[in-house]
């Protein structure tokens, strides 16, 4: 079966698809980057649409999610953008941790994972 890579994977790929499963690499907010991590995260799930779409997918298809957060106390700011970028009753397996990012002014990473 193939592999086929998304954006430029000559560091970090945006996405890798094998066969009918597409992994997308942790995806943090764009540049200029907002404090707010309910921000941060649009900018995030903005990102993973455009992806996914690119990779023959879109967000109905999700089936694991694992979501990083620089300070755990920001779970319902994060979770009130998920809320509403998450199609009704086709949320993915998910996962949220604290974690240190690779740089302070990202609050939020995400990783998905979606069928085709």
């Known amino acids: 079966m193939s592999i086929k890579r998304l954006g430029d994977p000559s560091l970090i790929a945006d996405a890798v698809i094998h066969g009918d499963t597409v992994y997308l690499a942790g995806t943090v907010a764009e540049e200029p980057v907002s404090p707010s991590v309910y921000e941060q995260t ?9 992806v996914l779409a690119e990779a023959g997918s879109d ?13 755990i106390s920001t779970f319902a700011e994060m979770n009130k953008a998920w809320g509403e970028w998450v199609p009704k009753g086709q949320a993915p397996a998910r996962a949220t941790v604290e974690a240190k990012l690779a740089d302070p002014k990202w609050k939020v990473e995400i990783v998905v994972t979606a069928a085709r």
Do not use: E, G
Not at 42 to 50: C, G, M, P
Not at 59 to 71: A, G, V, Y
């Open 59 to 71: 967000k109905t298809k999700l089936l694991r999610t694992q979501i990083f957060l620089s300070d």
């Open 42 to 50: 649009k900018n995030i799930l903005k990102q993973i649409d455009a």
